[in-house]
């Protein structure tokens, strides 16, 4: 299997088994309606540790374009790589969000509230605030990214890791998750996001295009900065890339700062 389809298949497991707990909890109708934020946040870090076990070998199970940008600042992927990987990683997360869609069928028509459908497929913001839900998700990233280059750096008991990684993402969701839902992963977020778009949801409403921005630019900054900072403080390093990176994320934060007020007056 080559490494594309690693990512495409580990990402697609991320997502049947994410977007599916979800699903099973604010669709009505089902066993496991109003699950609550721990079932959630449970299911998603073990959503992620069995996609590390299906692909790691394979790929390396990123599952996450802002784990391998992170990857590839920090020196450990090679820079040529990330576009591919980050587009088998959308192509797999749009797939796991198809076969969620299957796998709940009746359910959609039983359910009235369309921004229940939509969060099975993608996140949004508990208060809408585009400054704080965009540092919402680049702290959430920061934490996922630096914690993975914990994880790395340590050796555990051969087949631990993966398990290591799905417990960082419960500890991610259950303290950081609460005010943007903690997409944490650009690809997460918008593969399902354009599946909800074009599928034939009974009554899905809008995919809500307007905040889909944040979960991909959060991540990102917040991928690259956890690498940075590791490098810094944890090697020693500091490279060009390391004030681009810096640069960039200040320039991309002020400017939020700035047109999010104008934004808020305007509305």
């Known amino acids: ?47 992620v540790t069995m996609g590390v076990f299906a692909v790691g070998s394979i790929s390396g199970a990123h599952l996450n374009p802002a784990v391998t940008l992170g990857l590839a600042v920090t020196g450990d992927f090679a820079w040529a790589d990330v576009p591919l990987y980050m587009v088998a990683q959308v192509l797999g997360a749009f797939i796991g969000g198809v076969i969620v869609f299957l796998h709940y069928l009746p359910h959609w028509k039983a359910t009235d509230d369309a ?26 990233t920061f934490v996922l990214v630096l914690g993975l280059l914990f994880i790395g750096a340590n050796s555990f008991t051969e087949g631990l890791n993966p398990i290591a990684v ?17 997409a944490i992963n650009p690809a997460r977020d918008l593969g399902p996001r354009i599946a909800h778009f ?18 991909i630019v959060g991540p ?11 490098q810094v403080f944890f090697v020693g390093m500091i490279s060009t890339i390391t004030w681009v990176i810096l640069g960039a994320v200040a320039a991309i934060l002020i400017l939020t700062l700035i047109f999010g007020k104008k934004a808020s007056v305007l509305a």
């Open 1 to 47: 299997m080559s490494a594309f389809l690693g990512e495409v298949i580990g990402t697609m497991i991320l997502i049947i088994f994410g977007g599916g707990v979800v699903a099973g909890a604010n669709l009505k109708r089902t066993f496991s309606n109003s699950g609550g934020w721990v079932v959630v946040t449970l299911a998603w870090g073990l959503a």
């Open 115 to 140: 921004g229940a459908k939509l969060s099975v497929f993608s996140t949004g913001p508990a208060i809408p605030h585009t400054f704080s839900n965009l540092l919402s998700e680049m702290i959430g």
């Open 166 to 182: 799905g417990l960082l993402i419960v500890a991610i969701g259950m303290s950081l998750g609460g005010t943007t839902g903690y």
């Open 198 to 215: 074009v599928l034939p949801i009974a009554g899905k409403g809008s995919s809500n295009w307007s905040y889909a921005w944040i979960p």
């Open 220 to 230: 990102l900054m917040g991928g690259a900065l956890g690498a940075v900072f590791y």
